[in-house]
């Protein structure tokens, strides 16, 4: 089992950025795919981005590439995502989810932390 908890989410303005953390403990992070999803209020939640166990591959949404930078730090077994430029769209619930391979992520994620909310103000 892999336990998930976001955090970073908060308020902030249009233009401004963010940093969410994903905080894994249980099973070995580092043999993870991971990648981070949202949803914001009254839509289906959808991809954002997703690195690669090593870090060696990246993918983002559309959206979001370009202002932002997904990451990951296994020794202290945490993802982080980087969002600048911030939209009154981007204002969601921010999930983490990890998945035995990267291939899987986008449609096979096995585990999903709770959420972190992100709110832009215009």
């Known amino acids: 089992q892999v336990q998930l908890v976001e955090s970073g989410g908060g308020q902030v303005q249009a233009g401004g950025s963010l940093r969410l953390s994903c905080t894994a403990s249980?099973?070995?992070?580092?043999?993870?795919?991971t990648g981070w999803f949202r949803q914001a209020p009254g839509k289906e939640r959808e991809f954002v981005a997703a690195?690669?166990?090593?870090?060696?591959?990246?993918d983002y949404a559309y959206s979001v590439k370009g202002r932002s930078t997904i990451s990951r730090n296994n020794a202290e077994n945490t993802m982080y995502l980087q969002m600048n430029s911030l939209k009154p769209d981007d204002t969601a619930v921010y999930y983490c989810?990890?998945?035995?391979?990267?291939?899987?992520?986008?449609?096979?994620?096995?585990?999903w932390g709770q959420g972190t909310q992100v709110t832009v103000s215009s």
């Open positions: 690195i690669s166990w090593n870090g060696a591959y990246t």
């Open positions: 989810a990890a998945s035995s391979t990267y291939s899987d992520l986008r449609t096979k994620a096995l585990y």
């Open positions: 249980g099973r070995t992070f580092r043999n993870l795919a």
